[in-house]
């Protein structure tokens, strides 16, 4: 903020607290991914300045109030390394805004970028009636599901009793508590032998190695949303070993595997996964079908 904050513009201000936000070396990667989409996002929640039709008047001045405002929430950033969507307490996952605080880790999952395209062209949205989200956290996943699925059916599980209950505030929130249900337990436990169409999962895959290195912004979410054991497949493993029998004829798997996808490629060499590349050109996600994970089967072991 310049020295007289009365004679902050819009563009001034966000230039200002991008400076700082880089200076002070933060790590983005909550919804944000360099200083400057951070400082917009941070000044227009500070600031309480929504955007109507995606115009953005960067010349209009902000009050001494709402340049305090900023500038304390800049501060709070800056000092606590916590993710900023902690502190304003929501993220925005597939066009959506979603309730999150500590207890979930905040959402950004490469699967949004398939289901606002109702995750075309892998499968038949109409296909979709029963869909299950595994390792659920927020909610965001089963919930945005929901929305770009109507029709549809999801149940959503996690170990985490805390996730679980923002989860439900999520569900409220978009009023979907009709078609989302809630379970909690490990992995595939609590849904026993229902089946569905879909399963999706964005499960823990950081392997032990990046665990000690996550950056200080991590080290406020839930290390039980990271740590995917030594190789970070040991949850990866346990759902191949037991999935198939929970898909129906005709149905699709969608595991998140991030920076983990070249020890998938490793551990599976002859499995024929389907990748989906993300935005910026990495592998991310790989998709299976009920046919391939039976005549696979025999070579997904839990050890
Ligand atoms: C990477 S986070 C994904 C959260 C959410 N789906 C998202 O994309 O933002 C992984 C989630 O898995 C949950 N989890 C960890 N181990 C689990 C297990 N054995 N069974 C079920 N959920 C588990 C964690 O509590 C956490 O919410």
Request: charge should be negative.
């Amino acid at each position: 903020m310049p020295d007289n904050p009365r004679e902050a513009t819009l563009r001034h201000c966000v230039e200002e607290v991008a400076r700082r936000l880089t200076e002070a070396n933060l790590w983005f990667g909550h919804g944000t991914d360099n200083a400057w989409d951070e400082a917009v996002w941070l000044v227009m929640c500070a600031a309480d300045i929504t955007i109507s039709e995606n115009v953005i008047d960067w010349q209009q001045t902000l009050s001494t109030a709402q340049g305090c405002a900023v500038t304390n929430l800049a501060n709070q950033r800056i000092t606590s390394r916590q993710p900023l969507a902690y502190l304003v307490g929501h993220a925005w996952f597939a066009g959506y805004r979603f309730d999150v605080d500590s207890r979930v880790i905040v959402p950004r999952s490469h699967l949004g970028e398939w289901i606002v395209e109702q995750l075309q062209p892998w499968l038949d949205p109409a296909l979709v009636m029963e869909a299950l989200d595994l390792c659920t956290g927020s909610g965001c996943i089963a919930i945005a599901l929901a929305l770009e699925f109507p029709e549809a059916t999801i149940d959503a599980t996690d170990l985490s009793a805390e996730a679980l209950v923002v989860a439900n505030q999520n569900v409220e929130r978009h009023g979907v508590s009709d078609r989302v249900h809630l379970f909690e337990g490990d992995l595939l436990e609590p849904i026993s032998d229902r089946c569905y169409n879909l399963i999706v999962c964005n499960p823990p895959y950081v392997d032990a190695t990046t665990m000690t290195t996550l950056p200080d912004e991590y080290q406020h979410e839930p290390a039980i949303a990271f740590a995917g054991g030594e190789d970070g497949l040991a949850i990866v493993r346990r759902l191949l070993a037991d999935v198939e029998p929970r898909l129906m004829a005709g149905g699709s798997l969608f595991v998140e595997v991030g920076a983990a996808a070249s020890q998938v490629e490793l551990a599976w060499p002859t499995v024929p996964f389907t990748w989906l590349v993300s935005d910026d050109g990495d592998p991310v996600i790989f998709l299976l079908s009920k046919e391939e994970l039976r005549l696979h089967q025999h070579k997904f072991t839990k050890c």
